[in-house]
């Protein structure tokens, strides 16, 4: 069984277009986030959602949206594409708390191409 | 992140030890872990180690944290070619909650 699955893995759209990347976790965990890996793999945090908080990376765009429907999902919702926004976006989850030790558990990555 | 840095290559000989230093600037982090991310592939936690500590070992990995200096590294005992990937060192900070910041990444190549 995946841990955290994020669909799909590669995406290739349109200038201008609306996309969702899906994530889901089966882990119980309590908080999700997404990360965005630009070309040269530098790893910058976009969202830290909870049950009860969602932490917004002040750098990134208002196009860029996280939506959770429950505990177990977080999926990423990103407006009017543009040609930056091509990179490698990673969903992950970890518990909190005293289990912070456990790190994060990531997702296998969805490769945007905005073209 | 300018807070978290790492070299970017490192290149060793399979069977030889690999060291893969970072640098942090917060003296708040309070857990700092090792990923591994091999090519297409999400990344891996390798192991972490605790503000409190200034050494771990879990099998081939060493990793030591000098805290005065802000200064972590890993160390991988009798390389091997599976071992060739990026490795991201990160941090987490009480006062940041979950979120870890990564350093840029090494990529090791380990050469047969």
């Known amino acids: 069984d995946t841990a955290v699955s994020q669909t799909p893995k590669y995406l290739v759209t349109q200038m201008g277009n609306d996309k969702s990347i899906k994530c889901e976790q089966n882990l119980g965990h309590d908080t999700m986030y997404w990360y965005k890996q630009d070309s040269k793999k530098f790893l910058k945090i976009m969202f830290s959602?909870?049950?009860?908080?969602?932490?917004i990376n002040e750098t990134v765009p208002n196009r860029f949206s996280p939506k959770s429907p429950d505990k177990a999902h977080l999926n990423l919702h990103i407006n009017s594409l543009e040609l930056g926004d091509s990179a490698v976006y990673f969903c992950?989850?970890?518990?909190?708390?005293?289990?912070?030790?456990?790190?994060?558990?990531f997702g296998s990555g969805t490769r945007l191409t905005v073209v | 992140g300018e807070d978290v840095e790492q070299s970017l290559f490192l290149s060793v000989r399979e069977g030889d030890s690999s060291v893969i230093n970072c640098t942090y600037t917060?003296?708040?982090?309070?857990?700092l872990y090792w990923y591994k991310q091999e090519p297409g592939a999400g990344l891996q936690l390798l192991t972490y180690?605790?503000?409190?500590?200034d050494m771990k070992q879990d099998q081939r990995l060493t990793v030591l944290l000098n805290k005065k200096d802000k200064h972590l590294s890993l160390r991988i005992a009798d390389t091997q070619t599976g071992d060739s990937a990026i490795y991201f060192c990160a941090e987490s900070r009480d006062n940041a909650g979950n979120m870890l910041t990564f350093g840029g990444g090494t990529r090791l190549m380990v050469k047969p």
């Open positions: 992950a989850s970890s518990p909190s708390g005293t289990a912070r030790n456990y790190g994060y558990t």
């Open positions: 180690i605790f503000s409190n500590m």
């Open positions: 917060d003296s708040s982090s309070t857990y």
């Open positions: 959602y909870n049950n009860k908080e969602l932490i």
